[in-house]
């Protein structure tokens, strides 16, 4: 991978990681078009910029990073099963990486995301902040997010659609959503460091930098432009996207 193929990288998981649309199968595709192959540096590569994305949340929302302890521990419930999941399947789930699947979970995520939103009606009595998210609510929302392991799903859709279902408000869900990254990609981030550590060389790492950085700048914005997106519309759009692009997948490969 070259220097304008990991900016090129760093964009895409930046602008995807919060939203309903799979930064990793965007990356997936994206590196069969740029011609970089799927190899284990090129996979913890894409895993380790999606921390970058991640130092994003930790900067727009310290304040319930660091000081709401009982925040945190429904975002360690709500994390357990995907880690716990995540951990015992790890082989399986790394062969799904594919374009077929990322394809057909695009068009399935895409048709629930209508389904979803053609019955959901928000409610006085919604949650409204995310620290008013009960455990249940929590736990729930967690197992949801196992879903996510399928490449294609989208881990924040997957949440999204879990904080929904639970009745939070579109923007509880999406708060949650992004608070959730934080332990789950810390946990795969330092994994993916400590297994394929040995596998990066000097020129790697200063491709890595560039991706780290340009995710993270990107992230951050696109988080904020999210949040204000969700107080006027709802997530038809990205339903209809995920549909529309999984079968031009389906199509072009």
């Not at 077929?100 to 902040?129: C, P, Q, S, T």
């Not at 988080?223 to 031009?248: A, D, H, N, Q």
Request: one cysteine or more; charged letters at 15%; a neutral charge.
């Amino acid at each position: 991978m070259d220097i304008f193929q990991a900016i090129i990288i760093g964009i895409i998981e930046g602008f995807t990681e919060f939203l309903p649309i799979s930064s990793t199968g965007h990356m997936i595709v994206a590196s069969k078009l740029m011609g970089i192959d799927q190899d284990s540096v090129q996979k913890s590569f894409e895993v380790i910029i999606q921390f970058a994305a991640i130092l994003a949340v930790v900067l727009l929302y310290k304040d319930k990073v660091f000081r709401d302890f009982t925040l945190w521990k429904k975002l360690i419930l709500a994390f357990l099963p995907i880690g716990v999941v995540g951990f015992i399947f790890s082989k399986q789930i790394k062969a799904l990486f594919s374009v077929d699947v990322v394809a057909w979970m695009f068009i399935i995520g895409g048709i629930i995301f209508l389904i979803v939103e053609y019955f959901y009606k928000e409610k006085e009595h919604y949650i409204k902040r995310v620290e008013d998210v009960s455990y249940k609510q929590a736990l729930f929302i967690g197992l949801a997010q196992c879903f996510s392991l399928i490449p294609g799903t989208s881990r924040a859709g997957s949440t999204i659609i879990g904080g929904m279902l639970s009745h939070l408000s579109r923007k509880a869900s999406a708060e949650f959503s992004f608070l959730l990254a934080i332990p789950v990609m810390a946990a795969v981030t330092g994994y993916d460091i400590l297994k394929h550590f040995h596998e990066f060389s000097f020129d790697n790492w200063i491709v890595l930098l560039l991706g780290f950085i340009t995710a993270f700048i990107v992230a951050y914005i696109t988080i904020k432009l999210f949040i204000e997106f969700l107080s006027r519309f709802t997530f038809v759009p990205f339903g209809v996207y995920r549909i529309i692009f999984g079968i031009f997948l389906l199509l072009y490969f």
